[in-house]
């Protein structure tokens, strides 16, 4: 499925002077997609914001959940909201990277390659079940999603702007499935878990038969230029100086923890960063709080971490991680 408006190009450089002032204004048409998304995503608000978090932090998303609990329709969503092109890979075990990325086909007529480009050329790349590929070819994603472009035979391709990843991936538990390597996982902003819709939720759903009629009806709220400039607004959220020691405090007892294996890397540290950058804007605000990170450690750390054999728990494998971080952010003192 692939919505044909066309390729946005680079922001226009005078966005960068936007002041505070203007972040605000432009806050409130960021409050607008959020309704509009969460009218066809029932019983996922929070879902829904850290969606919204990811893209106007200039990151990617990937949610974690069993099938038909709406990650792929939060993708198409979004896309069709903020009227820009989509493109949606299925991804299976026989599938190569340039099923991804295009390949170089030679052209008779022209007596040279001809560069065809894949999916991944667009603003919104979907990328369901990543899981269910090989690691050759979730590494084809590598480059695109950290650089913003590909390069195919020493040739390197700009992607079109905004560019966002959302790929959806079921349990590991499930059969046919391949785990993500710690390299492919750093680069996604932050991992969700889609879980089942609550009782009520499932009631609305199923009342107003919500899903793919309202998909079908769901209007631009946003453009592509309009995301560029929330881009740059978040850039100019005010971080105090004590946050980010309280961020970096977090970090540095991943890194000493007897319970972890692995740590948060430096790209950790700066998606945090960027998301409450991000969370901020999204409330209206011009600067951060606590409350702007906190709720943040878990899907922006989480992923990022191994949790060592030390750590006793009964719980998943999968949900090990996030009581850990839970544990560490009871410890760090809040600043005032």
């Known amino acids: 499925m692939t919505y044909v408006t066309p390729l946005l190009a680079a922001p226009d450089s005078r966005i960068e ?67 820009c092109s989509f493109q949606r890979v299925q991804f299976t075990s026989d599938m190569l990277p340039s099923d991804v990325v295009g390949i170089s086909i030679y052209s008779a007529a022209e007596q040279q390659f001809e560069f065809k480009r894949g999916p991944v050329f667009t603003n919104v790349l979907l990328a369901d079940e990543i899981n269910r590929t090989t690691p050759k070819t979730q590494s084809a994603l590598l480059e695109a999603m950290s650089e913003g472009q590909v390069t195919v035979d020493a040739h390197s391709y700009e992607l079109p702007q905004p560019f966002l990843v959302i790929a959806t991936q079921n349990p590991v538990e499930h059969h046919g499935t391949y785990p993500l390597p710690e390299s492919q996982l750093d680069r996604f902003l932050m991992r969700v878990r889609m879980g089942y819709p609550d009782a009520q939720a499932e009631r609305q759903i199923l009342r107003s038969e919500a899903g793919a009629a309202h998909l079908d009806d769901l209007r631009p709220v946003l453009t592509g230029a309009d995301v560029l400039e929330m881009q740059q607004a978040v850039k100019q959220i005010r971080v105090d100086d004590s946050l980010v020691t309280y961020a970096l405090e977090i970090v540095r007892r991943t890194r000493e923890s007897e319970f972890l294996s692995l740590g948060v890397s430096p790209r950790g540290s700066q998606a945090l960063y960027r998301a409450a950058q991000a969370m901020a804007f999204l409330e209206g605000r011009t600067f951060c709080t606590p409350e702007d990170i906190k709720p943040l450690v878990v899907p922006v750390f989480a992923h990022r971490i191994v949790v060592s054999g030390l750590y006793a728990s009964t719980l998943k494998k999968s949900e090990q991680s996030d009581q850990v971080l839970k544990e560490i952010i009871e410890n760090v003192p809040v600043p005032v």
């Open 17 to 83: 002077t936007m002041s505070p002032e203007t972040a605000i204004a432009v806050s409130h048409k960021a409050a607008e997609l959020e309704n509009a998304l969460r009218r066809v995503i029932r019983g996922k608000d929070d879902v829904v914001r850290l969606a919204l978090v990811s893209i106007f932090a200039r990151g990617h998303l990937l949610i974690e959940g069993v099938p038909g609990v709406g990650k792929t329709t939060l993708g198409q969503a979004l896309a069709r909201a903020i009227d």
